[in-house]
């Protein structure tokens, strides 16, 4: 069945780099979009980018000069990058899945703390 | 960007009841294929949102048919009859047809 999961650290520290990884099963990553989407505590939802099945990558221009999406299909993982994190960064990060954001992750809670 | 605007922003429903949901888009969300990308998701507590209902109308696998969306253009809605214990939580309109994809500020539906 389709699965997606993402992992990575649960601790930042002020102004590095944070690196989560979303696996995937069930479906190919040169079938479908993947799309990062993150959610701070206690708020809403924030589209960060999207892998697309073709390899391109589409950004949310707020993010845009901190943020870095890559893929391995071989490893049918999908990859975010975002540098000079802030403790506004906190929250839960999901990947999901396509135009129609039908599966989700369990999502990865990071915290941005020294 | 594409700003939803989903009211109320809480609920408090009997079980049994019915409710509904607005979303209000400041863009028509009919994409170049004719095809309309709201969705509306479940978020319960602690959980990770989960897709209820994909363009406007369509139920998703293994949802109950409490559920329904209707709408077009800029202006949907959701509709819950019924409800049941286990539909609390936090429920997101989603566009998904304009760049960046964005959503609803939530309605929290708590129980009486």
């Known amino acids: 069945q389709v699965q997606l999961k993402e992992s990575g650290p649960g601790l930042v520290q002020p102004s590095q780099t944070l690196s989560l990884t979303c696996t995937v099963s069930?479906?190919?990553?040169?079938?479908?979009?993947v799309h990062w989407v993150r959610q701070p505590p206690g708020k809403g939802l924030e589209w960060m980018g999207r892998?697309?099945?073709?390899?391109?990558?589409s950004y949310n221009s707020a993010l845009k000069s901190r943020l870095s999406i890559s893929r391995d299909t071989s490893k049918n993982q999908v990859f975010l990058k975002m540098n000079s994190l802030q403790t506004d960064d906190t929250g839960t990060y999901y990947c999901?899945?396509?135009?129609?954001?039908?599966?989700w992750g369990q999502g990865v809670m990071v915290t941005v703390s020294s | 960007d594409v700003v939803m605007t989903q009211t109320p922003p809480s609920l408090s429903v009997a079980i049994g009841q019915s409710v509904s949901i607005s979303c209000k888009s400041s863009?028509?969300?009919?994409?170049?294929?004719?095809?309309?990308?709201l969705h509306w998701l479940l978020q319960s507590p602690g959980r990770s949102p989960k897709r209820l209902i994909y363009?406007?109308?369509n139920l998703g696998s293994g949802v109950p048919d409490r559920f329904s969306g209707t709408g077009s253009q800029k202006d949907f809605t959701l509709k819950i009859s019924r409800v049941e214990a286990e539909d609390l939580g936090v429920y997101y309109c989603?566009?998904?047809?304009?760049?960046?994809?964005?959503f609803g500020s939530g309605t929290k539906l708590e129980i009486k």
């Open positions: 999901t899945r396509s135009m129609s954001v039908d599966y």
């Open positions: 069930g479906f190919s990553l040169t079938s479908y979009n």
């Open positions: 892998m697309r099945y073709n390899g391109d990558t």
């Open positions: 863009q028509s969300l009919v994409y170049s294929d004719g095809k309309t990308y």
């Open positions: 363009q406007v109308s």
């Open positions: 989603a566009q998904t047809t304009h760049f960046p994809l964005t």
